[in-house]
């Protein structure tokens, strides 16, 4: 199969049932893919030119490390980087957005040190006043990230610079930010009813601990686990936060919850069929 920078990721690891693993030893950054919601959410969206950005190689780097599995590089491929994408209409709403009202988080640097901004950004989120909106800076369209925050209610809009630059602003009213906040947190299990749940659940307590992982993947795992979870069993969570982004998606797959906070930097959750 010929591939250029422009393949999707996608469509290498529809293609050959040894892509993944073969992706995966050319960055560590590339582990991350083996996490079936990840990868749903990155692979369709990512080519080999972006995925290189991310882990910090070069597009030859694929094709030597896939030229085994039978893949051949296109050398007649028009570009060997990822063209820069057209920009669509800039929304309404930022048309009239003044500069004082936009925060400008660039993330480039914190990546490029290997470590994950997303506990950051959703801080900034936190923060965000009526009117304002939170501008992403970083060298990749932010995928998982989009649709994270579109489950708050975040509309978003990508604008792309250069091919190190790639903006992407987020915006909502504090109204709805207000709401999201107090759904995630009305769960919260007084101890009798958190004894009580336990008890319904005797037995039948799938226990996952997730204190360990870096964002985003403790919400990543949650939701894995979900997927193959019997209707009679609870998944008994143990996180060092409450997890308002995942609560939120809970509610959209038709899954019920209740938190019991332990104390800082310790928190369960009791996770289980909305019936």
Same mark, same amino acid.
């Given at each position: 199969m010929?591939?250029?920078? #422009? +393949?999707?990721?996608?469509?290498?690891l529809? !293609? !050959?049932?040894?892509?993944?693993e073969t992706i995966v030893s050319i960055a560590p950054d590339f582990k991350k893919l083996r996490n079936p919601i990840l990868r749903k959410l990155m692979a369709g969206r990512t080519s080999i030119a972006m995925a290189s950005k991310i882990g910090g190689c070069k597009p030859e780097d694929f094709f030597k490390a896939l030229a085994p599995l039978g893949?051949?590089?296109?050398n007649n491929a028009v570009n060997i980087n990822e063209p820069i994408k057209e920009n669509k209409p800039i929304p309404t709403y930022l048309q009239?957005? #003044?500069?004082s009202q936009i925060v400008n988080f660039d993330v480039r640097a914190i990546l490029a040190s290997g470590s994950d901004p997303l506990k950051q950004i959703q801080q900034k989120v936190k923060e965000l006043q009526q009117g304002q909106v939170l501008?992403?800076?970083?060298?990749?369209?932010?995928?998982?990230?989009?649709?994270?925050? $579109?489950? #708050?209610?975040?509309a978003s809009y990508v604008k792309?610079?250069?091919?190190? +630059?790639?903006? +992407?602003?987020?915006?909502?009213t504090d109204a709805t930010t207000n709401n999201e906040?107090?759904?995630?947190?009305?769960?919260?299990?007084?101890? $009798?009813?958190?004894?009580?749940?336990? #008890?319904?659940?005797?037995?039948?307590?799938?226990?996952?601990?997730?204190? !360990?992982?870096?964002?985003p993947m403790p919400m990543m795992t949650i939701l894995e686990a979900l997927e193959t979870l019997p209707n009679q069993k609870?998944?008994?969570?143990? !996180?060092?936060?409450?997890?308002?982004?995942?609560?939120?998606?809970?509610?959209?797959?038709?899954?019920?919850?209740?938190i019991k906070e332990v104390q800082d930097g310790e928190v369960y959750l009791l996770i289980f069929k909305n019936n």
């Open positions: 010929l591939i250029n920078a #422009q +393949t999707k990721i996608a469509t290498l529809k !293609h !050959h049932p040894d892509a993944l893949f051949e590089a296109d009239n957005i #003044q500069p501008l992403i800076i970083n060298n990749f369209e932010p995928v998982p990230l989009i649709s994270l925050l $579109s489950k #708050q209610g975040f792309y610079i250069d091919e190190n +630059t790639i903006e +992407t602003y987020f915006y909502k906040i107090k759904t995630a947190t009305a769960e919260v299990a007084t101890t $009798s009813e958190w004894e009580k749940l336990l #008890q319904s659940f005797e037995n039948n307590l799938v226990p996952i601990d997730v204190r !360990h992982l870096e964002m609870a998944l008994y969570v143990h !996180h060092k936060r409450i997890p308002v982004f995942l609560l939120t998606e809970l509610k959209d797959r038709n899954f019920d919850y209740r």
